[in-house]
């Protein structure tokens, strides 16, 4: 089967280097070995509600990619088109119906409880408060759930690394930043350091690590 074509010239990443949207993509461009040309895009200075940015994504968010004509925002989004576009077939997204299944509950959950736990937890703590105890139990909730798939098989869809671990990995690594300790959760330290391992693999910027937090009852 032929190698996929590269892109004619680099993917245009729109992003923000602390955002672990913009990183897992920037990610995994780097494991498909893509040419990548960063924009950053600082939205605390509101750099995303420029008309620039608008144009590429009406809702305001980073990541965008342009990828020559072709423009995707959304970064579960921008995964599926670059693993389509750009990886071998069923490599990274699964063609068998239950193998895209298994992706997509954990796309659910990085779009869910990620986002509203530890991504959450970290973006309070980065901007000097103090994580929530919602934020902190959806967290330990979810980590819950990371470490029992992950007592079964070496990655969250299977036995190889899919676009679930992509879409998982970036505030999962980085819950510490947002006072959550990995500590608890073996099998899911382990995951993380299966990801760092994976041939070109590109880490986040990382912010500074408060005490963990103790979370409620």
């Given at each position: 089967?032929?190698?996929?074509?590269?892109?004619?010239?680099?993917?245009?990443?729109?992003?923000?280097?602390?955002?672990?949207?913009?990183?897992?993509?920037?990610?995994?461009?780097?494991?498909?070995?893509?040419?990548v040309?960063?924009?950053?895009?600082?939205?605390?200075?509101?750099?995303?509600?420029?008309?620039?940015?608008?144009?590429?994504?009406?809702?305001?968010?980073?990541?965008?990619?342009?990828?020559?004509?072709?423009?995707?925002?959304?970064?579960?989004?921008?995964l599926?088109?670059?693993?389509?576009?750009?990886?071998?077939?069923?490599?990274?997204?699964?063609?068998?119906?239950?193998?895209?299944?298994?992706?997509?509950?954990?796309?659910?959950?990085?779009?869910?409880?990620?986002?509203?736990?530890?991504?959450?937890?970290?973006?309070?703590?980065?901007?000097?408060?103090?994580?929530?105890?919602?934020?902190?139990?959806?967290?330990?909730?979810?980590?819950?759930?990371?470490?029992?798939?992950?007592?079964?098989?070496?990655?969250?869809?299977?036995?190889?690394?899919?676009?679930?671990?992509?879409?998982?990995y970036?505030?999962?690594?980085h819950?510490?930043?947002?006072?959550?300790?990995?500590?608890?959760?073996?099998?899911?330290?382990?995951?993380?350091?299966?990801?760092?391992?994976?041939?070109?693999?590109?880490?986040?910027?990382?912010?500074?690590?408060?005490?963990?937090?103790?979370?409620?009852?």
């Open positions: 089967m032929p190698k996929p074509p590269a892109p004619a010239r680099p993917i245009r990443l729109h992003g923000m280097s602390i955002s672990g949207h913009s990183h897992r993509v920037r990610l995994f461009c780097a494991l498909l070995g893509l040419p040309e960063w924009v950053e895009v600082d939205v605390f200075k509101g750099e995303h509600r420029l008309p620039g940015m608008l144009g590429l994504n009406p809702m305001g968010q980073v990541p965008v990619i342009e990828d020559g004509e072709t423009v995707v925002p959304d970064s579960n989004a921008i599926v088109y670059l693993a389509r576009r750009y990886a071998e077939p069923g490599q990274w997204l699964p063609e068998d119906a239950l193998g895209a299944a298994r992706v997509q509950r954990w796309f659910s959950l990085a779009a869910g409880e990620l986002a509203d736990g530890p991504a959450s937890a970290r973006v309070t703590c980065l901007v000097g408060r103090e994580p929530t105890p919602a934020q902190l139990k959806t967290a330990q909730r979810l980590f819950r759930v990371m470490e029992l798939a992950l007592q079964e098989q070496a990655f969250l869809a299977g036995p190889a690394p899919t676009l679930a671990d992509i879409a998982m970036s505030y999962t690594a819950a510490p930043e947002g006072g959550v300790s990995l500590e608890p959760y073996p099998a899911l330290r382990a995951w993380v350091a299966r990801i760092e391992a994976l041939p070109g693999f590109v880490g986040m910027v990382r912010g500074p690590v408060p005490a963990p937090k103790e979370i409620p009852a």
